[in-house]
Each structure stands twice: as structure tokens, then as C-alpha cells.
């Protein structure tokens, strides 16, 4: 019995390199922006210009559960980065989901967290998430296109016969 696999094409070797290279970005960003541009006092400002009861109390949990949710983008986005290395299917699908999912976040963030970023960091404020969220956008556009238009994972041709050139071995 021969095992299908998806026959690598011209397009495969581009995918698994933009999607790492993207990847590797949106890690850094997601970083940046997690640790470097929010923190307690950027909630609390956010919270504030929100109309929030009581921002200095809710300020320091908001930014944990923040922060948590960044780390799991981070750990995410870098995962990405062995698109390199492998064209796995639950790899594809954890890209797509990722990017899929970090792409929401010019909607789920709160305006007022931009705002704050804005008014504290300028364009640096906002540049590493508007980065990684915009591009994630873009990918998985990009990966979702490529699937659709190839059938399978990693703009691979679908599958054939391990062993053959020209498909299904033929058993007389």
C-alpha cells in the first residue's frame, strides 16, 4: 500500500519562506508591543479615556490577561517560523488560525488602547501591532488563497502515490 503525499510545487518553497519570514515579524511585533509599548499605566490612560470606573484597580489584571493573551501570539507567531522546515497540515492550520484570529485585532482592540499608545509613544506606539495585525491580514489571505487555488496545504499539488511520477500506482 503507498502513502499519499502532496507534491511539492514552484509555490511551496515561497509559502514556507514568506510565512516564516512573516512569522519571525509578527513575533517581534506581538513582543514589542506586549512588553515594550503596554503597560499598567497604558491600560490605566485607556481605561480612563473609556469611561472605566475605577482604572487604577482594574489597570493591573487587565494588563496580565493582556500580556497572557500576547504570549500565546508570540508563541504562535514564532511556531510560524518552522514553516522553514516542514509543511506539516497542523502547521498550515496553525497559521491560519493564528493569523486568522491576530488579523480581528484592529477590531477586539479597543480604540482607546491606540489612542493611548498614540498620545505616549507617537507612531512607535502603534506601528508593532498595526504591523502584525495588517500583515496577518495579508497572510492569511495569502495562505488561505493559496489552499484554495492548489486543494491542498503549502501550495503543494495534491497528492500522489509515494514511489510514482505520474499518480496512483496501478496494481494488475
Known sequence: MSVEQPVPTAATRKMQVLVAIC??????????HNFAVVDTQ???????????????AAAPGFTTGFRVVGT???????????????RARRL????????ATQALGFALIPGEMWTAASDRYGVAGVL??????GGAVILRR??????SRSATHWA??????????SGPAVVP
Open 72 to 86: 500565546v501570539y508570540i508563541i504562535g507567531n514564532a511556531l510560524g517560523v518552522l514553516a522553514l522546515w516542514s
Open 92 to 99: 498550515w492550520w496553525l497559521v491560519l488560525a493564528v493569523n
Open 142 to 147: 495569502e495562505t488561505a488563497t493559496s489552499r
Open 23 to 32: 512569522s519571525l515579524v509578527f513575533a517581534a511585533g506581538s513582543a514589542l
Open 128 to 133: 508593532p501591532s498595526a504591523v502584525t495585525d
Open 42 to 56: 497604558l491600560v490605566g490612560d485607556m481605561m480612563r479615556m473609556a469611561g472605566g470606573a475605577d482604572p487604577v
Open 156 to 165: 503543494s499539488s495534491p497528492a500522489r502515490s509515494a514511489g510514482t511520477l
